[in-house]
């Protein structure tokens, strides 16, 4: 009978529905990759060769590493289901740090360097102490750090900038993660190489060890991962003091990319690595998303805003296109959330 | 999502409150207030120093604000807002948005308040009461000129040029230098108010560096992308030309093949004339800037005097020097040495 038929085909049609719900669930990382590669083949048919030229690409890597590395910090929080807006000023206070301690103190320029990354720690720690042990909310309590290390970063350089032959004459490995290995046409500086590295350090942590399903838990359900045994503020002050230590790092990857050590720029790092985070597939609102994801969002930005400048595109379609993806990220988060419940 | 929102705006609420200035002029006393743009930027912070000093001399109040990056018009809003609460006798203002800021100043002037705009002119110029400024189209034009004699006029035909201009938006001070350069290198800069409306060849695009030393790079690095070929490049500012030179430096272009010119004549930048690192730059003078202001708005407090701008423009010009240690015909230049002295930050 016909009539039988039918519902049988609907049953076949929602099991295959539910295996593609199933695995875009489970796997946050595919629907950024589709929109890498859909726009790396956009942008080579309009560009052409220059686009996918191996200097090119390498140079995308440069120009990510900072922001990628920044938001590999975020992405620790975001997991939690928090929110750091201070990563930023971080980065900048540790550069200072370095910069300061190696020139102005004397210090050798490796202690300086250990020193600056744990100003980045000791601001984590903070930002961590204030949302676990306080319990404020995680928006609130980086809101406020972020006000105060801009305001520690200004009494501490003076507002001025350290120069790049400075450094390069007292403390050169401050500059070292600049440093590129050639490999034909591409350059790939040392920073990049450090960023991957630590990306697949974080990979093998979050996914691999119990410490890594204890963050997930946590920012799936706090409540059932406590009544679990996890100690859910033990994980959440790691998170925090992790993440201070990353954006610490990541101040030296700074000196390496601009040479010089200024008080200045900095003021977007927060709301960028947000970016790279959330259309990188993880979710805002905890539990779900990937390391992985975090760097294929961050290339989406790179590449986006390099494409589209060799387009000859005006710079506010570079913020048109980012601020849309960004939308569409959220919007199929929340689909998927709702589908799969 | 909407607690973030009200959280959001608890967070401004408290930017706010704590933007309030913390004494208020007895009556009687005079009060300048300074508003940067930020409190990051050395010339900002000279400014200030220039300022307190100044204020200090002549037994004045002085209280400084600042926004929290460039572009911040609303924390800028407050501050004025905040000086017409505390009875101030004039603002020294370097507005981050040139015309959003101007119904503001007007509430200000209404109040009786002398307003002066330092270095940045508001939109239109006579919204402030007075404007002291470096004049930011001869200071492009001087670097332009620089680059084209230096370059000699058949290699200035064929010349590749990049601009590392600030913003989108088009700030005065950002347009007024990038339109001076091409002006004195020889190019058809059509409307003088506005940037890119030119279609000389040799221009091979602009970049928005934001003054920074990341944008600098970033930006350099994207022009490169477009033409190799690069041999001028123009930036808005030192910090910016520093970032310029990592991006020349990486793509193996630092051997003394590319001309870097700049604004500003802080120490940094100027030590960077001395390596070869930037090849010009138009020096302004800040501390001066700013204690004019202070001067200005004592005595306008004590007897209503107006200052007046310089002959022939429609502000007070503050000076401006070319620093280079390769100088050219018909171009009067300091040399880096000279310059160290007077430069600031």
Known sequence: MASNDLPQFATQDARLSRRVINLLHGNPTIIPLLVLVLGLAVFSSVVGQRFFHPFNLSLVLQQVTIIGTVALAQTLIILTAGIDLSVGAIVVLSSVAMGRLAMDHDLPPGLALALGIAVGSGCGALNGFFVTMIRLPPFIVTLGTWSVFNALIQFWSGGETIRQQEIEASAPVLQWTGEALRMGAARLTIGSLLMLLLAGLLWYVLNRTAYGRHVYAVGNDPNAARLSGIGTRRVLFTVYLAAGTICGFAGWLLIGRIGAISPLGGAMTNLDSITAVVIGGTSLFGGRGSIIGTLIGALIVGFFRNGLALAGLDVLWQEFTIGFLIIIAVSFDQWLRRIST | ?345
């Not at chain 2, 607690?3 to 208020?24: D, E, H, N, Y």
């Not at chain 2, 900002?44 to 911040?72: I, N």
Request: hydrophobic content about 45%; some cysteine; aromatic content about 6%.
């Open chain 2, 1 to 345: 999502m909407k607690t973030l929102f009200r959280l959001g705006t608890a967070g401004s609420a408290m930017a706010l409150m704590l933007a309030a200035p913390a004494a208020f002029a007895q009556d009687g006393d005079i009060l300048v207030g300074l508003i940067t743009k930020t409190d990051t930027n050395p010339f900002f912070a000279k400014m200030r120093e220039g300022a307190a000093a100044k204020a200090e001399e002549l037994g004045v109040k002085f209280q400084a604000f600042a926004g929290k990056y460039d572009g911040d018009n609303d924390t800028q809003i407050t501050a004025i807002e905040n000086l017409i609460a505390a009875g101030a006798d004039g603002i020294l203002l370097l507005a981050s948005d040139t015309k959003a800021i101007v119904p503001t100043v007007q509430k200000a002037r209404d109040a009786g308040i002398l307003v002066i705009a330092l270095d940045t002119p508001l939109e239109p110029i006579d919204a402030a009461d007075a404007t002291f400024a470096t004049d930011n189209f001869l200071a492009g034009e001087m670097i332009g000129g620089w680059a084209r004699e230096t370059l000699g006029e058949e290699a200035a035909q064929a010349a590749k040029i990049a601009f590392l201009d600030a913003h989108e938006s088009q700030p005065t001070v950002d347009v007024k230098r990038d339109q001076g350069f091409m002006q004195g290198f020889g190019i058809d800069i059509k409307n003088p108010d506005r940037r890119d409306d030119e279609d000389d060849p040799r221009i091979v695009g602009h970049e928005m560096a934001g003054g920074s030393e990341v944008g600098g790079r970033d930006g350099m690095e994207t022009l490169l992308q477009k033409d190799f070929d690069v041999n001028v490049v123009y930036t808005i500012n030192e910090p910016t030309a520093a970032g310029a030179w990592e991006a020349l430096k990486g793509a193996g272009k630092d051997d003394g093949s590319v001309l870097i010119t700049s604004v500003d004549g802080g120490c940094p930048g100027v030590r960077n004339v001395q390596d070869g690192v930037i090849g010009a730059t138009s020096m302004q003078f800040p501390l001066l800037m700013a204690s004019l202001g202070v001067e200005a708005v004592v005595a306008f407090a004590k007897d209503g005097t107006l200052p007046a701008p310089s002959e022939g423009l429609d502000f007070y010009n503050t000076g401006v020097k070319l620093v280079t240690d390769k100088p050219v015909e018909g171009l009067e230049s300091i040399t880096s040495e000279e310059a160290l002295e007077l430069c600031w930050g």
